[in-house]
Each structure stands twice: as structure tokens, then as C-alpha cells.
């Protein structure tokens, strides 16, 4: 078992930057390719980026590609989501995943079996 818990969200201004962490604990996760996924009020959760076990391949959803970056440090056993030019519409509860089947990249949340409780990220104007 893993334990993940996400840190760093806040309320930040269209436009800036912040980076949410996503601490392992209980088993390293180097061997999982790791993912985040976010979920607005009254909306489904959704794909918002992955990194594969060894950091060498990233995949992002449309809505982020090119504002946003996912990275890991196995060493750290920390998972990261920097998040640059913040729109309103980034605002959801972040959470960070462990993939446990099929192949990479993955965008259903049914194939990650390890989560966190979530970080607050609001976007704000």
C-alpha cells in the first residue's frame, strides 16, 4: 500500500504560478507511473497530466498543455504539478494518483489505485 497527500494548493490570480507536491509514504513509487487528476464542484473528475515510472515521458490533457508540468523526484518520492498562467477555470480540488494497470499514458481514473485526499487550487480574477 501507498499513502499519497497532496500539498501546496492555494488561491492564486489569473495568470500566476503555483506548484502543488504530492508526498509518498508507506512504499516508494518508483516503480508506478504516477498521475494527477483534478475535479471541479458539480463536475466529473478529470486527467490532467502523467509522468511514467522513470520521469522520461510526460502526457497532459488539452486544457493544460503548455501551462502546465508534471515531474517527480523517486529519490524525494514526491510527485509535482507546477501550474503556470492560472485561469478561473483551473479551479478544483488536485489530486495525485498511482497507476496499478494497463499502459502508459492512461487518462482513466479507474486505472489508478493509490489516492490522495486532494489540494485546493482556485484561480482567481
Known amino acids: 500500500q501507498v499513502q499519497l497527500v497532496e500539498s501546496g494548493g492555494g488561491l492564486v490570480q489569473a495568470g500566476g504560478s503555483l506548484r502543488v507536491s504530492c508526498a509518498a509514504s508507506g512504499r516508494p513509487i518508483n516503480n508506478y507511473a504516477m498521475a494527477w487528476f483534478r475535479q471541479a464542484p458539480g463536475k466529473e473528475r478529470e486527467f490532467v497530466a502523467s509522468i511514467n515510472w522513470g520521469g522520461s515521458r510526460t502526457y497532459y490533457a488539452d486544457s493544460v498543455a503548455g501551462r502546465f508540468t508534471v515531474s517527480r523526484d523517486n529519490a524525494k518520492n514526491t510527485v509535482y504539478l507546477q501550474m503556470n498562467s492560472l485561469k478561473p477555470e483551473d479551479t478544483a480540488v488536485y489530486y495525485c494518483?498511482?497507476?496499478?494497470?494497463?499502459?502508459?499514458?492512461?487518462?482513466?481514473?479507474?486505472?489508478?489505485?493509490?489516492w490522495g485526499q486532494g489540494t485546493q487550487v482556485t484561480g482567481s480574477s
Open positions: 494518483a498511482a497507476h496499478i494497470r494497463g499502459t502508459y499514458p492512461d487518462t482513466a481514473a479507474t486505472a489508478y489505485g493509490y
